[in-house]
């Protein structure tokens, strides 16, 4: 890691994690009594470009959403303390994430390709929201290596659909626990309304300090469409622009199309740079990375699905095939 861009980073995450409200008298929407349960895929099978399996291969994420106030004590506090008053809900989520490098159907791989690994998080955040912004603080921690179960639910999976094994995941990156602080701070401008359609601009600050990856990332959304105040945006998997798994509908039907771009400082990427304490597979890491993205957010009688489709930037110098796609599809229902 550059010193520059360690400095960087360090004055982000203060920045981040230390960020207060613009005003404490900014109103705070109603309280929600509902949970919210979302399941979320991101594959490059979930796009219209025809790819193999390679890079960043799948994300699959279980979400729980608390109502609003059920809490505990001492999480209420953290955020009272950071950023004032607010609406406040507890994230809890699992998450699987799958990474090869292009050609798996050598052995040993290609070492100046992406090294396979697997990672297995136990998520918990704080979700604080006013009418015009939500802030978000939470911790994940986990496992890299053979144990997230990668191989088996890769392999597994091509058995179902009659494709052959992926043949390198003896390579992978090895058992390592991991974690990773992170802080958001998302942010809904309202731009003008016209035949009776809203438009929006979501700009987001988001930092990641673990392990697992140290981060910066900042982007904005623009959206078009009717009920734009129900959510902030689509949910994705970490890292990447994420709305989160909450949102309260403000009308029976709430829709709208979206487009945004982020640019992501990566500092440490475990997937990437290999185990911490040992010797492993790794690879030359960008330190800059962007994402454009594009899809449709939909929420019908307390229902959301969401589509969002992402084209990346090279993550890592000698990265084939240039720009990578995928696709990321997420169900959530209010209870």
């Known amino acids: 890691m550059s ?17 207060l409200p613009l005003s404490l008298a900014d109103a705070q929407p109603p ?3 509902a949970s ?22 799948n994300g699959l994420r279980l979400g729980y959403v608390s109502p609003t106030g059920e809490l505990p004590d001492f999480v209420s506090s953290i955020g009272r303390t950071l950023w004032g008053e607010g609406q406040q809900r507890l994230s809890l989520d699992l998450s699987q994430s799958i990474f090869t490098p292009a050609n798996t159907q050598i052995k ?11 990672v297995l998080t136990a998520n918990a955040a704080l979700l604080q929201d006013t009418d015009s912004y939500r802030s978000v603080v939470g911790l994940q921690i986990g496992l890299v290596g053979p ?49 009776g359609l809203e438009t929006d601009t979501l700009p987001e600050l988001e930092v990641g300090v673990g392990n697992l990856r140290v981060y ?47 640019g992501q400082a990566v500092a440490h990427d475990i997937t990437l740079d290999g185990n911490t304490f040992e ?33 990346q930037t090279q993550e890592f110098h000698g990265q084939h095939g240039g720009l990578h796609q995928f696709g990321s599809l997420a169900l959530s229902v209010r209870f």
């Open 31 to 33: 309280a929600d009594p």
């Open 147 to 195: 144990g997230a179960g990668a191989e088996e639910i890769q392999n597994g999976f091509h058995d179902l659909i009659g494709q052959g094994h992926t043949l390198g995941w003896n390579y992978q990156i090895h058992n390592e626990p991991v974690l990773e602080l992170i802080s958001q701070r998302i942010y809904r401008v309202p731009i003008a309304q016209f035949a």
């Open 279 to 311: 010797t492993s597979a790794h690879v030359s890491r960008q330190p800059w990375v962007g994402e454009a993205e594009g899809g449709v957010g939909l929420i019908y009688q307390g229902v959301r699905v969401t589509y969002t489709h992402v084209v």
């Open 216 to 262: 910066a990332l900042t982007g904005a959304v623009v959206r078009l469409g009717q009920g734009l105040a129900s959510d902030y945006g689509t949910p994705r998997v970490r890292p990447g622009m994420t709305g989160t798994d909450a949102y309260t509908p403000t009308r029976p039907f709430a829709w709208y199309v979206f487009a945004g771009v982020d």
């Open 108 to 118: 040993p791989p290609d070492r100046h390709d992406r090294p396979y690994a697997g």
């Open 36 to 57: 919210i349960i979302t399941l979320q895929d991101e594959n490059a099978s979930l796009t219209t470009s025809r790819l193999s399996d390679r890079y960043y291969v």
């Open 3 to 19: 010193a520059r861009l360690a400095r960087l980073l360090c004055c982000t995450v203060l920045a981040g994690i230390g960020a």
